[in-house]
Nanobody, 123 residues
Framework: QVQLVESGGGLVQAGDSLKLSCAAS????????LAWFRQAPGKEREFVAA??????WYGDTGKGRFTIARDNTKNTMYLQMNSLKPEDTALYYC??????????????????WGQGTQVTVSS
C-alpha cells in the first residue's frame, strides 16, 4: 500500500515556475514507478512524467519545460515546471505503480493516486 499526498500547486502567471511535491508513505518507495498526470476540465487524464529509481520519462506536453525528480531517502517526488502556459492549467495528480519491465504512461496502469493539487496559469 502506498499513500500519496501532493502539494505545491497554486495560481501563477504565464512564464512563471512552480514546483510540485508528492510525499509517499510506505517502506517500499523504491519499488514503485512514480508519475505525474494532469487533468483539465472536460479532458482526459494526461501523462506528464514518470520516474523509476533509474530513469525519467516525459510526455510530449512537458518536454523541455518540466523536470521530474525523486528522492528515495525522503520518499518524495517532485515536478519542477518552468515557462508555464495557460494551457498547463489543470489538476495535477501523483500516481504510483509497482516497478515492471516497462514504464506505464496511461492512468489505468497506476494503482495508487493522490488527491491532486490545482495549478492555474493566468495569461
Amino acid at each position: 500500500q502506498v499513500q500519496l499526498v501532493e502539494s505545491g500547486g497554486g495560481l501563477v502567471q504565464a512564464g512563471d515556475s512552480l514546483k510540485l511535491s508528492c510525499a509517499a508513505s510506505g517502506r517500499t518507495f523504491s519499488s514503485y514507478t512514480l508519475a505525474w498526470f494532469r487533468q483539465a476540465p472536460g479532458k482526459e487524464r494526461e501523462f506528464v512524467a514518470a520516474a523509476t529509481p533509474d530513469s525519467n520519462w516525459y510526455g510530449d506536453t512537458g518536454k523541455g519545460r518540466f523536470t521530474i525528480a525523486r528522492d528515495n531517502t525522503k520518499n518524495t517526488m517532485y515536478l519542477q515546471m518552468n515557462s508555464l502556459k495557460p494551457e498547463d492549467t489543470a489538476l495535477y495528480y501523483c500516481a504510483a505503480s509497482r516497478l515492471s519491465d516497462t514504464v506505464p504512461t496511461t492512468a489505468n496502469n497506476y494503482n495508487y493516486w493522490g488527491q491532486g493539487t490545482q495549478v492555474t496559469v493566468s495569461s
